[in-house]
């Protein structure tokens, strides 16, 4: 499972950011090192250059190894393979649908009942 990440050592790496190869937490950060926040396309590669690449935990220990050894010149160039990333376009794609999803038919309905218990309590104190 992607949540199950017990391979890693204690605050290894668990991303590389592509515009300057430094280590990061997780893709979608902002890289500490160069300020890079991925987005779109760069944001498939951020995931690509990730143990997140991967939902099978060998895999993911595998690719973690893989990246800890790079160096920093060779993320930075890595030659991302085509149909890799055609996969985790959609992978990426439908997390972000998802997650939308998600704010409107939990998000919205949880603040308006948030509001309304705001209003009962704000009425019977005026």
Known sequence: MVEDDAF???????????RCGDEKFQPYHRCESCRFEPQNDDLVKSVYLSVWRYEDADKQAHWAEALKVLTKDEIVHFTFASEEMKRLHTFVGDLVKTGGRHFWFVGIPLIAAIMGLTWAVFAKTF
Do not use: P
């Open 8 to 18: 890693l050592e204690d605050h290894q790496s668990r991303a590389r950011c592509i």
